[in-house]
């Protein structure tokens, strides 16, 4: 059984706690897969190492012709619809060679670490192999990983944000993003360099405690405070939404008349940010760059709006979690057998590769 509580791949609305399918009864095409099977195109040679739609299982033989697991994420968002068709490929790919995958895939529509650490607690009562999930604030949801831990459950991360041992977390394994600093790094760089190294910017985070974003906006601070003549003017916690970060935004280009840059830590807020920058009518004077494969925001990147973005391989991160899942239920420990941490692509685009982006993720042709 699978059980999502996304509705752009379920079909159902929002406000719905989930829907469900079968091993039979296969979710519908979404423009995002739909779009895999799209090979040309100008440029598209080099955009399609972006994002590896073209993943086959590891060999691994596994002990049972049937697993459950549980994976919890931060909310319903298009980010982690991209993770959920690779879970899902690899799900259909075990079941080719035998082995049924059944997973629930759940979340709520905002962030909350409360209803993360209730997930948790409930899917540790209902005898799941492993549990997964995408820390939504390391401090306040670790303890809990512990204790079930302690308990005897298996625990993994996976997705954006780890909880790792130097955070004092005990989780198996960590499949994702282990590169978030520098991912922050290397767009505030990036964006340094297009300003000539002078001018004052805004930094929009995302979720307050949620290690890729705040791992990200600390890349950020650090790059700037090696160039005497840049300055953080503000920083906003946008809480992954789009409408939060266009009101920041728009207060921020008030308060700052002089603002020359924008560095964004989520998929959301380049998008916010880029239609506040629209609305005032300063595309030409405000360098944006951002986190990610959003379609708007890709659009904005085409339009020249948006600088860069930072396009993580989300479809591999799925698909590697099952792969994962499926040895810690064995009883694998990470080492030989597949690292502690399967680290995951991140790649910097421009304005020349977003059509290309457009039309691999999403069929859009010029």
Not at 11 to 22: D, F, I, K, N
Not at 47 to 68: R, S, W
Not at 219 to 242: L, N
Request: net charge negative.
């Amino acid at each position: 059984m699978f059980v999502s509580g996304l509705a752009v791949f379920c079909g159902c609305s929002l406000w719905l706690a989930g829907c469900s399918s079968s091993a039979e009864e296969r979710k519908p095409e979404t423009e995002l897969e739909s779009a895999r099977d799209i090979q040309d195109g100008t440029g598209l040679e080099d955009t399609l190492a972006v994002v590896n739609f073209d993943h086959e299982l590891d060999g691994y033989e596994p002990l049972k012709k049937e697993y459950n697991f549980y994976f919890t994420y931060k909310m319903v968002h298009p980010w982690w619809d991209a993770v959920a068709l690779g879970i899902e490929d690899a799900a259909e790919q075990y079941e080719d060679a035998g082995v049924t995958i059944n997973y629930e895939y759940l979340a709520p529509e905002s962030v909350s670490a409360q209803d993360q650490i209730l997930r948790l607690e409930e899917a540790a009562g209902r005898n799941f192999d492993v549990i997964g999930v995408d820390v939504a604030d390391v401090h306040v949801v670790t303890p809990v990983i512990n204790r079930l831990i302690g308990e005897g459950q298996k625990v993994m991360t996976f997705s954006s944000s780890d909880a790792d041992r130097e955070d004092g977390c005990q989780r198996i394994a960590y499949v994702g993003n282990t590169h978030n600093y520098e991912d922050g790094a290397e767009l505030t760089e990036v964006l340094c360099g297009k300003l000539g190294y002078r001018g004052k910017v805004a930094v929009l985070v995302g979720t307050r405690g949620a290690p890729c974003h705040e791992e990200r906006a600390l890349g950020a601070q650090d790059v700037i405070a090696q160039y005497m003549d840049m300055e953080i003017v503000e920083t906003a916690y946008d809480e992954d939404s789009v409408e939060k970060a266009y009101e920041y935004t728009k207060e921020i280009l008030e308060h700052h008349r002089e603002l020359s840059g924008i560095i964004c830590c989520n998929m959301s807020n380049p998008v916010g940010a880029a239609r506040a920058v629209i609305e005032a009518g300063r595309e030409e004077e405000i360098v944006i760059v951002g986190m990610d494969h959003d379609r708007e925001a890709l659009q904005y990147l085409k339009d020249g709006v948006i600088y860069a973005l930072g396009v993580q391989d989300c479809y591999s991160i799925g698909f590697d979690t099952v792969q994962v899942a499926v040895r810690i239920a064995d009883g694998q420990l990470p080492g030989e057998p597949y690292p502690e941490k399967t680290e995951e692509s991140t790649t910097v685009i421009y304005q020349n590769g977003a059509a290309a982006m457009l039309r691999t993720l999403y069929g859009e042709m010029d």
